[in-house]
């Protein structure tokens, strides 16, 4: 009995070795557009719509993220995905993110602060945080720390 406990533990060490071996994080390529669902006062629910690459053989459901955001170097709020997102294997695919995005100033606020930003169309987005996602049986929290220089057609959809 006790030959049998050590061989099944041999195999699943090994199976979770090769599995873990073969992951890759999920890249976070460009940052394509935000909508807004439902805003109550600084609360809002978003589609933040990105473009990321999945170089694994394998789908990965996105389970839980966190970001903050930040427009020009201002901590623009808090984003939290409220619903699973699946990103499917081998390759770059657009996808939408509903997340919940806890605004730090009104959006009148963060106009003003953005003003000449927004007329020169010189706007940096950053999106930094944590993200989990499934591999099948497994689990796995990756970093996100994506910069970028967006257009302002692209954040049109927060109704500045």
């Given at each position: 009995m006790a030959r049998v406990i050590?061989?099944?533990m041999a195999l699943l060490v090994i199976v979770l070795g090769a599995t873990s071996c073969s992951y890759q994080d999920p890249i976070l390529k460009s940052f394509d557009g935000i909508e807004v669902i439902t805003m109550e006062g600084n609360?809002?629910?978003?589609?933040?719509?990105?473009?990321l690459e999945n170089p694994n053989h394998q789908k990965i459901?996105?389970?839980?993220?966190t970001f903050d955001v930040l427009i020009n170097k201002i901590f623009i709020g808090k984003a939290t995905l409220l619903e699973p997102t699946e990103l499917p294997a081998n390759g770059e695919y657009k996808i939408g993110m509903k997340m919940n995005l806890v605004l730090e100033k009104s959006i009148g606020d963060l106009a003003l602060s953005l003003g000449l930003a927004?007329?020169?169309?010189?706007?940096?987005l950053q999106v930094r945080g944590?993200?989990?996602?499934?591999?099948?049986l497994?689990?796995?929290?990756?970093?996100?720390?994506?910069?970028?220089?967006?257009?302002?057609?692209?954040?049109k959809g927060l109704s500045f």
């Open positions: 050590r061989v099944l609360n809002a629910d978003v589609d933040l719509n990105f473009t459901k996105l389970k839980t993220a927004i007329l020169t169309n010189d706007i940096h944590d993200a989990k996602g499934s591999l099948g497994f689990s796995k929290t990756f970093p996100v720390d994506h910069s970028e220089k967006v257009d302002w057609q692209d954040l």
